[in-house]
């Protein structure tokens, strides 16, 4: 879909993070569907809040199966309280009565990165002119798992597909373990001086 040019309305701070809604009249203009299901059937309420985590990608326009068949998209209907976020569109604009979304800056955060550094080092003297370091270092010395950053678009509530997902580590990751990209890494080296 695009970019975020405005804060999103808020729901519900009890609903989880991922919970996105859409109001149909906005839904509908957005997705463009060719044919009068999903958010733009004749009999559905613009002003109905619909679950765009629920829609995903398969109410995109041309969003098709393997096969080439279109995909059926998920109209379910919910209250704010049941969504942490409305999208910024048009109808939310003109129920809410303002275009600028009530969102708190960094309302969601992004999962905390947890890392710690370890060096030690060691000079044996022999001599006044000879002498051996040792050193040994630790990234990650505590071996947590580090998740990649999530998707914070949130047109992109409902896609599981590598680095989209928004609010959702699994969908930047394979496993909700987080990145192995940051595991324990121990290097020792030595240094001899004559």
Known sequence: MGIDTARPFLGSLSA?????????????????????????????????????????????RGATDTAGNALSCAVVPVTSSQVRYITNASTAQTIFGTPFGNTARNLSTDAITNTANFSVIKRIKFNERASFEFRMG?????????????????????????????GNPAASNSTFTGSNNATRRINFGGTLRF
């Open 138 to 166: 630790m990234l990650n010395a505590l071996n947590h798992a580090n998740f990649a950053s999530v998707d914070p678009f949130i047109e992109d509530a409902g896609q599981f597909s590598q680095g989209t997902g928004f």
């Open 16 to 60: 989880p993070a991922t919970a996105v809604g859409i109001f149909a009249g906005d839904a509908c203009a957005i997705f463009e569907p060719t044919s009068n299901k999903g958010p733009c059937a004749p009999t559905q309420d613009p002003k109905q809040l619909l679950s765009l985590t629920a829609m995903g990608p398969n109410c995109g």
